[in-house]
């Protein structure tokens, strides 16, 4: 099994430029796919972005791309996401995902999930 536990999340003002992390913990040895996605209220889960555990490939959303930057430690056991220039429609729920396989832009893909953290963007 993996845990996973979110921090970093609250009330932000438009702008600004939160940073969520991630801690992986448990048997992460065969975790390769890390990603971020986010559940605004009332719709459904979307991906945000997503990296290999190890190397650098990532993906990124359209809505986040030259916003948002996907990162890890170098212990390789604790996930990142830097968030610039937060706008109101940023606000969700952000959940931190880890699957056996590479990243994937899909959440169907991911065997584990962590609690999200809530990330509230005020104009």
């Known amino acids: 099994q993996v845990q996973l536990v979110e921090s970093g999340g609250g009330l932000v003002q438009a702008g600004g430029s939160p940073r969520l992390s991630c801690a992986a913990s448990?048997?992460?040895?065969?975790?390769?796919?890390m990603a971020w996605f986010r559940q605004p209220p009332g719709k459904v889960r979307e991906f945000v972005a997503a990296?290999?555990?190890?190397?650098?490939?990532?993906l990124y959303a359209d809505s986040v791309k030259d916003r948002f930057t996907i990162s890890r430690d170098n212990g390789w056991n604790t996930l990142y996401l830097q968030m610039n220039s937060l706008k109101p429609e940023d606000t969700a729920v952000y959940y931190c995902a880890a699957r056996y396989g590479g990243p994937s832009i899909y959440p169907q893909d991911y065997d584990y999930w962590g609690q999200g953290t809530q990330v509230t963007v005020s104009s």
């Open positions: 448990g048997r992460t040895f065969s975790i390769s796919g």
């Open positions: 990296r290999r555990r190890f190397g650098d490939s990532t």
